[in-house]
């Protein structure tokens, strides 16, 4: 829910949409197509500074918000160092024969930052810029209206599961439910099971309420 806060409050957010749009898109085609390490990385730091300093995003969150393709990128690109390439054995781990070869270790450190790269230029558009406004862009290039429609739900359904889910992880918390490696386990098993029953639940009502208002198969959309 910060996120969408921050897209409304921002001091980009009068700034045009479209623009926006197509400079986080651009920047993203550019980090894949030149595909090298530094440039990935002055996009990395030039979005950030956009954020932090013209934006105002809160630092808090973009370190919380970096530190997920940060974690992911890191652990899939470890994983690429020390399972994939034919060249050169640049380092012997001693462990089960596995070893870090020379292109694999560039490709890890490319496909890191170039990774990173691309998740701060979405990162940019999301964070300034209303999803209503995003989703119009993407009508204006003739994206099939079945596929906004369906982002747009998600998005909606998103926040509806947060909610559900600190709503009943604080119930288990306050019976104890995490006291413990086998309880935790437990607790989260539970948690996971409701959810998936509670998302069942919540997409029926959605289909009411959607019928009652007149749903005839497209969503009207939000044009600024």
Same mark, same amino acid.
């Given at each position: ?63 919380? =918000? ?16 020390? =399972? ?28 890191? =930052? ?111």
């Amino acid at each position: 829910m910060e996120i969408d806060y921050i897209a409304h409050t921002n001091e980009l957010r009068n700034v045009n949409s479209t623009f926006k749009f197509i400079f986080a898109i651009f920047l993203m085609v550019f980090a894949l197509i030149v595909n090298l390490p530094i440039v990935s990385l002055i996009i990395t730091f030039f979005i950030a500074f956009l954020l932090l300093f013209v934006a105002r995003v809160p630092f808090r969150f973009y370190i919380k =918000f970096i530190s997920i393709p940060f974690g992911f990128s890191l652990i899939t690109c470890i994983f690429l160092a020390f =399972f994939f390439g034919t060249g050169p054995i640049i380092f012997h781990t001693g462990i089960f024969g596995i070893v870090v070869r020379e292109d694999a270790l560039t490709l890890a450190i490319t496909t890191f =930052f170039r990774t990173l790269a691309c998740f701060s230029a979405l990162g940019f558009l999301s964070s300034t810029t209303p999803i209503s406004e995003i989703l119009n862009d993407l009508k204006k290039i003739k994206v099939p209206k079945i596929f906004i429609e369906i982002a747009l739900l998600m998005y909606n359904i998103i926040f509806v599961f947060l909610d559900q889910i600190k709503i009943m992880t604080n119930a288990q918390k306050t019976r104890m439910g995490y006291n413990g490696i086998k309880n935790s386990y437990r607790s989260l098993g539970l948690l996971i099971t409701n959810l998936f029953f509670k998302s069942l639940e919540k997409s029926e009502h959605l289909q009411h309420a959607l019928d009652s208002r007149g749903y005839n198969g497209e969503l009207p959309k939000y044009n600024p």
